[in-house]
């Protein structure tokens, strides 16, 4: 056995592992799971899900049941964002901080249908699960809570479906017993999809509209195969991780590992719509505090780039002088835009939009300008396709 074989055979498989093999994927290890990158091209995947639809394997990200009457109190000690205002079948996207204030992940808290403030869950990533567990068990220990909130690894239980595009929930409303139409953005609900069991949520990773749909491990095939089959006729297709990745980085939306992780903090991140510093005590309040009375040293900002090179993750940013002023955390090609775009931390000076700056590509010097984010929003677009 060759030790690519090798190591591929270490890394843990998603229930629909066999199914993506099986349409001819191209599988590459991704946080510890061997997981799909593309059935064939990125570019038709990533235009599939901005015109009709795609249908991704997201089994790979971890589920936490947080529960018991200190439930709220230990959610509202973890994250940045406020969980007061939810509803249950309301959820919310977070930071999750050391007392630093660095980003031990970013998350989604739903407040599970139930008793109030009884019942949350928490979805991590992939690569982050143990490092998450973790930091959930101490932060519990250490506020007191042990008895009062119940905690559940359900990662190995959940296996994770999401339907994305504007023809998504055309296709779930002839199969889902919940009126999904009705389901406001981070809505949460447990119905059925084709009689199967289901928990859905109206979120996604993408900029489109669309939904997350959790189920048992053991249906995940049957959900999957109903889902492709439904939606053939809209243009649904499987959609690997490249193209998940070029969806995420036109709609500005983080990833952990590159664009923050824990030597970053939601301020300098441009998340600080998500960290509520006047809201009860949470891990990283006061240092946030302190950061955002001192100023911030460097901003996450966007770049464009002004000739037909392509960015990528690493790449030198430099001033109009040749002076290194930054580091790309996320580049590519935009298909949707048809230029280089790039994330990259820079000194608050040079990240006002407007600003020309440079990229060292093979150590030649592209043009690139500071542009307003997210690079691309769906409701301008439409607006644009359909005049």
Partial sequence: MSEDAESRGALSRTPLHGLHA????????FGGWDMPIHYGSILEEHHAT?????????SHMGEF?????????????????????????????????????????????????????TRYLLVVNAANIAKDWAWVHAVRH??????????EDQSDLTALIALQGPRAEEILIPITAEPVESLGSFAYAETTVGRIPVNIARTGYTGEDGFEIFVAPEQAITLWTLLLDRGKDAGLRPVGLGARDTLRLEARLALYGNDID???T?????????????????RGQDALRRQKES??????????MEDRSVPRAHYAVTNPAGTE???????????????????????????????????????????????????????????????
């Fill in 22 to 29: 099986a349409a001819g994927a191209r599988m590459a290890p």
């Fill in 50 to 58: 901005r015109q009709a639809a795609g249908l991704f394997d997201l």
């Fill in 65 to 117: 049941l947080v529960a018991g009457p200190g439930a709220f109190d230990l959610v509202s000690l973890l994250i940045t964002n406020d969980p007061a205002p939810l509803d249950p079948g309301q959820g919310l996207y977070s930071p999750m901080c050391r007392d630093d204030g660095t980003i031990v992940d970013d998350i989604i808290v739903y407040h599970l249908p139930g008793p109030p403030r």
């Fill in 142 to 151: 250490e506020a007191g809570l042990d008895d009062k909130a119940w905690i």
């Fill in 262 to 264: 824990d030597t970053t």
């Fill in 266 to 282: 939601p301020l300098e991140a441009g998340l600080a719509r998500w960290v509520k510093l006047d809201k009860p005590p949470f």
């Fill in 295 to 304: 100023g911030l040293s460097r901003k996450l900002a966007g770049l464009a």
């Fill in 325 to 387: 002023i930054g580091r790309i955390t996320s580049g590519g090609y935009s298909p949707t835009l048809g230029k280089g775009i790039a994330l990259a931390y820079l000194p608050p000076a040079q990240a006002a939009v407007g600003t020309p700056l440079q990229v060292m590509i093979r150590d030649q010097p592209h043009p690139a300008t500071v542009v307003k984010t997210p690079f691309y929003r769906r409701s301008s677009v439409a607006k644009e396709r359909d005049s």
